[in-house]
C-alpha cells in the first residue's frame, strides 16, 4: 500500500516533541535504567513496525527509552475526551483509532509505516495479568500483509514488578520495591512484511526475551537466571512466604535464585496446612495432601512426575509444573483478569527466557538446550502442553 507523503506538523509542535522526549528519557532512564541490545536492529531511517511484548500502562516511555528512534504508538481515541491526553497525542504523534473501526486501524498503521515512520504495535491486544507473552491478535497478519517495512520485535525484561504492572494483582495501588528499576530491552531479528505471521512473531519475541534476560545476567549461574525467570510470573508472589513439606528436596532446589533475588523465602513445615497459601512440591508433597484433611485453601504448585493428572480436593487449587534438569520451563498459575493461567493438558505457561527450537528449550539458562519430554509443545497461548493428555 503507498501513500502519501506526511504533512510536517507546525514548528512549536516540533519543538515540543523534542523538548518532552529529551525530559521524558532523562526521567525514565534515571529512575528505570533501561538498558538494550541489538538497538541496531531499528534501521537508521524508513519505516519499522515495533512489536513489544505489553506488561505496564507506561510500556510507551519504557519502549520509547529503549529505541534509537522516535516511536508512534497505535492509541485507542476514548481517552481523547481528557485534555492532557490530547495534549499527549498531539506531541507525540500518536496513530488514534476507534473502537470496533478494525479497518481504519489497519490502514492508518499501515500508512505511517509506510510513510517512514517507526511505528508500535502491541501485538497482544492486551496489558498481561499473567506476565507471560500473551495469545497474539491475528490482525497483525493483515497489516503485515500491507507493509513494504520490515516487523521487528521487542522484549522488555523487568517491567513486571513495576508499580504499573499487574503485579499484586492490581494496577497502580501499590509502592515500589526499590529504585531505581532496572529493565532491559532486546530487539529480535527483524522480519520481511511475506513472513509476519503470528507464529513467527511470537517466536523471535520469545527468542528477544532470552536474549534481554542474558542481557541482564551476563555472568549469572543458571539457579540465578532461573529464579528471576520465576519471578516475571504471577504465580509465586513476591516478598511472601511460600511452604515446602519437610522431606520434599525439589522445592528448595527448583526455588533458590527465586527466594535470593525477590525474597520469597521458603518456609518449612512438618504438616499440610497453616498460614502460608502458596505450596511447592512434587510427588512426595502430592502425596501427603491427598491424605490430609485441609479446611484452609491452598495453592500446590506441582512439580511432581504426575503434575498432568487431576488433583481433586476441596480447598486446594492445583497447578502442574514442568521443571527439567533442575531448572523451572514452565508454571501454571491463578486466572488473571480473564486471562488463564492454566490449562488442561498444560503445565502451564512457558516463563520469559525460554524459547523452543525443535524438540529443545533453550535460554541463557541453558543455552544448549534442553530436551523437552516426548510430544511436547507450546501452543499459541503460550502454554507447555503435551500429546499425550
Request: aromatic share 8%.
Given at each position: 500500500?503507498?501513500?502519501?507523503?506526511?504533512?510536517?506538523?507546525?514548528?512549536?509542535?516540533?519543538?515540543?516533541?523534542?523538548?518532552?522526549?529529551?525530559?521524558?528519557?532523562?526521567?525514565?532512564?534515571?529512575?528505570?535504567?533501561?538498558?538494550?541490545?541489538?538497538?541496531?536492529?531499528?534501521?537508521a531511517k524508513g519505516g519499522v513496525l515495533l512489536l513489544p511484548n505489553h506488561v505496564t500502562f507506561t510500556d510507551a516511555f519504557f519502549i520509547t527509552a529503549a529505541c534509537p528512534r522516535p516511536v508512534r504508538f497505535v492509541m485507542d481515541d476514548r481517552p481523547l475526551e481528557y485534555a492532557a491526553v490530547r495534549w499527549f497525542c498531539s506531541v507525540f504523534n500518536t496513530v488514534n483509532i476507534r473502537k470496533g473501526q478494525s479497518r481504519e486501524a489497519l490502514r492508518l498503521t499501515v500508512d505511517a509505516v509506510n510513510q517512514g515512520d517507526v511505528v508500535c504495535y502491541f501485538a497482544e491486544g492486551q496489558l498481561a495479568r499473567t506476565g507471560a507473552l500473551n495469545e497474539l491478535k491475528r490482525g497483525i497478519e493483515l497489516i503485515s500483509g500491507k507493509l513494504e517495512a520490515p516487523l521487528v520485535p521487542l522484549w522488555i525484561d523487568g517491567a513486571w514488578g513495576s508499580v504499573f504492572s499487574f503485579e499484586r494483582n492490581v494496577f497502580f495501588r501499590k509502592k515500589p520495591y526499590q529504585l531505581p528499576h532496572r529493565q532491559f530491552a532486546a530487539f529480535g531479528e527483524p522480519i520481511a512484511p511475506a513472513d509476519g505471521t503470528v507464529e513467527i512473531i511470537?517466536?523471535?519475541?520469545?527468542?528477544?526475551?532470552?536474549?534481554?534476560?542474558?542481557?541482564?545476567?551476563?555472568?549469572?549461574?543458571?539457579?540465578?537466571?532461573?529464579?528471576?525467570?520465576?519471578?516475571?510470573?504471577?504465580?509465586?508472589?513476591?516478598?511472601?512466604?511460600?511452604?515446602?513439606?519437610?522431606?520434599?528436596?525439589?522445592?528448595?532446589?527448583?526455588?533458590?535464585g527465586f527466594s535470593e533475588e525477590f525474597g520469597s523465602l521458603?518456609?518449612?513445615?512438618?504438616?499440610?496446612?497453616?498460614?502460608?497459601?502458596?505450596?511447592?512440591?512434587?510427588?512426595?508433597?502430592?502425596?501427603?495432601?491427598?491424605?490430609?484433611?485441609?479446611?484452609?485453601?491452598?495453592?500446590?504448585?506441582?512439580?511432581?512426575?504426575?503434575?498432568?493428572?487431576?488433583?481433586?480436593?476441596?480447598?486446594?487449587?492445583?497447578f502442574p509444573c514442568l521443571a527439567i534438569d533442575g531448572l523451572v520451563i514452565s508454571m501454571s498459575m491463578p486466572d488473571r483478569g480473564g486471562q488463564p493461567g492454566s490449562r488442561t493438558g498444560s503445565?502451564?505457561?512457558?516463563?520469559?527466557?525460554?524459547?523452543?527450537?525443535?524438540?529443545?528449550?533453550?535460554?541463557?539458562?541453558?543455552?544448549?538446550?534442553?530436551?523437552?519430554?516426548?510430544?511436547?509443545?507450546?501452543?499459541?497461548?503460550?502454554?507447555?502442553?503435551?500429546?499425550?493428555?
Open positions: 500500500m503507498s501513500a502519501s507523503a506526511p504533512v510536517a506538523p507546525p514548528w512549536h509542535i516540533r519543538v515540543q516533541r523534542v523538548l518532552l522526549r529529551f525530559i521524558g528519557l532523562l526521567i525514565i532512564r534515571t529512575v528505570y535504567r533501561v538498558r538494550t541490545v541489538n538497538a541496531d536492529r531499528i534501521p511470537r517466536d523471535r519475541l520469545l527468542k528477544a526475551s532470552a536474549d534481554a534476560v542474558r542481557l541482564r545476567f551476563p555472568e549469572g549461574t543458571p539457579s540465578e537466571i532461573n529464579g528471576h525467570q520465576i519471578g516475571q510470573v504471577n504465580a509465586l508472589p513476591w516478598r511472601k512466604p511460600f511452604a515446602v513439606l519437610k522431606g520434599e528436596e525439589v522445592a528448595s532446589s527448583l526455588t533458590e521458603a518456609v518449612t513445615r512438618e504438616s499440610i496446612g497453616g498460614p502460608v497459601t502458596s505450596w511447592v512440591g512434587g510427588n512426595f508433597t502430592r502425596s501427603r495432601i491427598e491424605a490430609s484433611e485441609i479446611s484452609a485453601p491452598i495453592d500446590f504448585y506441582d512439580f511432581g512426575s504426575n503434575a498432568l493428572e487431576p488433583l481433586t480436593r476441596e480447598n486446594v487449587r492445583h503445565w502451564g505457561l512457558l516463563l520469559p527466557g525460554w524459547f523452543v527450537d525443535g524438540n529443545l528449550v533453550k535460554g541463557p539458562a541453558a543455552e544448549n538446550g534442553i530436551p523437552l519430554p516426548a510430544g511436547t509443545s507450546v501452543d499459541a497461548g503460550g502454554f507447555v502442553v503435551t500429546e499425550s493428555a
